[in-house]
């Protein structure tokens, strides 16, 4: 338990990045799954515009480590170029 009105400070701020990380990566899943469930192309293409963007901004956020968006990124790149 904190004993410094610092410390109380710190845990609170903690609180709520914990919270909007969680809500940010929660987006972040959901974001991938919508990419992999198309089956045509061209849907998944214009998803994937907006998922590698959602990634490159949680990482520019420090909500996820550069490497982590980066493999991300290019899973899902190559998943909708295996696509017909």
């Known amino acids: 338990m904190a004993q410094h009105k610092s ?4 845990a609170r701020s903690a609180r709520r990045r914990r919270a909007r990380n969680a809500q940010a990566k929660s987006r972040m899943r959901t974001a991938i799954k919508r ?3 198309y089956k045509d192309k061209d849907q998944a293409a214009a998803e994937l515009k907006k998922t590698v963007k959602l990634l ?7 909500v996820i480590h550069k490497n982590n968006a ?3 990124k290019s899973r899902l790149t190559k998943f909708v170029n295996s696509l017909k």
């Open 7 to 10: 410390a109380e400070k710190r």
């Open 35 to 37: 990419v992999r469930a």
């Open 56 to 62: 490159d901004q949680l990482a520019a956020k420090g």
């Open 70 to 72: 980066s493999n991300s």
